[in-house]
């Protein structure tokens, strides 16, 4: 099996957690990213085969780049052949991004399934769908985006195994918190939200006289969080754990009676694992997709959306008021968690070897 997954965890984590349920030697299967992308650590730590290919976008590039960035793309169909040439799969899977284009048009005639991680897809999920033998969603919402329905199979997102073994009692134990605290945990993904970051530390002081919180800060600002971190009182400071980054996520996520983030494909099927309410804040400067995965989540009940401009004088309100009504952050609990699809990666695995006609689940190369 080839895959092609890279630019943002919403797409890379899906991608890892199939491929641990499939259960595959490690010589059935190659990962093809991009060039410096943010992939190819997370994939070679797993000690998956990784190869790269040029490749580049075009949608919203400006005139200046596009024709470059068409170069990049036609450079990155013909390395594709030669990979698939050597490689020879019998089954390609792909989760989004430019990365996949030039792989997909050189595939034309191998079996493919397309994994579309968040509500609504983006222009390259669009054209990669034209492709794909089969679509994979993680809504039943994102149907109404794809013009062939027999195409389309709704599995929910597929969560990776490491979150499921974590409950709030061993994840605040964890953190060495109060239990008889609120904890709230903010986060902004591994590179860190500026925005979010700037608003959580000044109003930092006046939430710890109340709760715990756990900030996933990210590495681009790690320096100014730890030298500002330092400033804390003794007490506040027992109240606050900070990170560049955290690979015991499922502690993040269970300890929490609320999170803070913007609005990636991942918060679709890890907010609802552990049942967690959410302030949204869907990121400004890209495509649409973060406030639309955030405007599913809200009006099903599970999560409130900040605007990202309202961040610094509305947020330590909002979290204020969402704690202090325990009611509304019960029922947000209960709506979040019955968007829950814990068996995600099982689906996409039983769609992969239905293609690919292996019972034993299996595939070979």
């Not at 349920?21 to 991009?34: A, E, F, H, R």
């Not at 929910?156 to 409950?167: A, E, I, N, Q, T």
């Not at 959580?200 to 600002?221: D, K, Y």
């Not at 009504?325 to 699809?341: E, G």
Request: glycine share 10%; hydrophobic share 45%.
């Amino acid at each position: 099996m080839l895959i092609c997954a890279g630019g943002t965890g919403g797409g890379v984590y899906p991608a890892l957690t199939v491929l641990e349920t499939l259960g595959l030697n490690k010589d059935q299967v190659l990962w093809v990213g991009g060039r410096g992308g943010m992939e190819e650590a997370l994939v070679t730590r797993n000690k998956i085969p990784f190869t790269t290919i040029p490749a580049a976008g075009v949608h919203g590039v400006g005139l200046r780049k596009l024709p470059g960035n068409i170069w990049e793309l036609i450079k990155g169909v013909v390395s594709s052949r030669r990979i698939l040439k050597q490689f020879n799969p019998d089954l390609l899977f792909f989760t989004g991004g430019f990365i996949a284009f030039p792989m997909a048009v050189a595939a034309l005639r191998r079996p493919s399934l397309l994994y579309v991680p968040d509500i609504e897809p983006g222009l390259a999920l669009k054209v990669l769908a034209r492709f794909a033998n089969r679509i994979a969603l993680t809504s039943e919402t994102s149907t109404t985006y794809f013009p062939n329905p027999s195409k389309l199979t709704v599995t929910g997102y597929p969560v990776r195994p490491g979150l499921k073994g974590w409950d709030k009692q061993k994840a605040l134990a964890y953190f060495d918190f109060d239990p008889n605290l609120p904890t709230i945990t903010v986060a902004g993904g591994s590179k860190g939200a500026r925005s979010i970051n700037t608003a959580l530390m000044n109003n930092l002081p006046g939430l710890l006289e109340h709760m715990q919180v756990i900030h996933l800060a990210g590495h681009l600002e790690w320096e100014k969080i730890e030298a500002q971190a330092q400033k804390l009182s003794s007490g506040q400071a027992k109240r606050y754990q900070a990170f560049p980054y955290l690979h015991e996520m499922g502690a993040a996520l269970a300890a929490p009676d609320l999170i803070v983030s913007r609005a990636g494909a991942s918060i679709l099927g890890e907010y609802p694992l552990f049942g967690l309410p959410a302030i949204l804040v869907p990121y400004p400067h890209a495509w649409r997709y973060q406030q639309v995965n955030a405007d599913f989540l809200a009006e099903h009940g599970a999560a409130v959306i900040l605007r990202d401009e309202d961040l610094d004088h509305a947020l330590f309100n909002q979290i204020h008021s969402l704690l202090a009504d325990r009611s509304r952050l019960a029922r947000m609990s209960q709506a979040m968690a019955s968007l829950a699809k814990p068996d995600a990666a099982e689906k996409i695995a039983a769609l992969m070897r239905e293609m690919t006609g292996t019972i034993d689940g299996g595939l070979t190369t």
